[in-house]
């Protein structure tokens, strides 16, 4: 029972519906697949085995080395928006189970580089290997103009979030202040 009200949660739509039937449609089904990508993203991370800080910590230095950049600590600290405590201890337990391995840097002997390993590397692809190959499958049954369609549709709607400005932090909708209560047009 509990599941089913996060369920209900992850798919309302916190604003006036759509205008028309197709469009209440369209809403139900992005709401519906942010709520699939989310289950997911949590089952990617359960197979894992690892806390949610420390496997976003390993997902972003898999992908900088992808992208063939090296990463210190100090990077990582500014990755996952955290503290210098805190990212030692992801550090260390990343080390510990073999997926972190820490290379000097060339030219500061104080300095170091983390370098993910082919375990890490295995963990993280592995991690997204199902989900990622569905949606790819899904995509493959539909046409090329439904294709076509779909990633107009998803291109206007990422760009309308995109363009959402950030409110400074602290401030927000308040409750108290009927002018800035959420309302139904």
């Known amino acids: 029972m509990p599941q089913t009200v996060v369920r209900h949660e992850r798919e309302h739509l916190y604003a006036a519906q759509p205008k028309t039937e197709s469009g209440r449609a369209l809403s139900d089904a992005l709401l519906a697949l942010r709520r699939a990508e989310n289950a997911q993203a949590d ?5 894992t085995r690892l806390g949610t800080l420390d496997f976003t ?6 992908q900088a080395q992808r992208d063939d950049r090296r990463m210190s600590p100090k990077d990582v600290i500014v990755m ?3 503290s210098s405590a805190t990212v030692t201890n992801v550090i260390e337990r990343l080390v510990g ?16 580089f983390l370098v993910p390993t082919d375990a890490a590397i295995e963990l ?27 990633a ?11 363009g959402i400005p950030v ?6 909708l308040r409750a108290d202040n009927p002018s800035e209560a959420p309302h139904d047009a």
Not at 57 to 62: D, E, K, N, P, T
Not at 167 to 172: A, C, L, N, S, V
Request: negative net charge.
């Open 43 to 47: 089952r990617a991370l359960h197979s």
């Open 80 to 82: 996952l928006n955290t």
């Open 124 to 150: 993280v692809d592995s991690a997204y290997h199902d989900h990622h190959a569905t949606i790819v499958s899904a995509i493959d049954t539909l046409t090329p103009a439904d294709t076509e369609v779909a």
């Open 57 to 62: 910590a390993l997902r972003y230095l898999v």
């Open 152 to 162: 107009k549709v998803i291109e206007l709607i990422v760009g309308a979030l995109d």
């Open 167 to 172: 409110p400074p932090q602290g401030e927000g």
């Open 97 to 112: 189970r073999g997926y972190l391995v820490r290379v000097s840097h060339p030219t500061d002997r104080r300095a170091h």
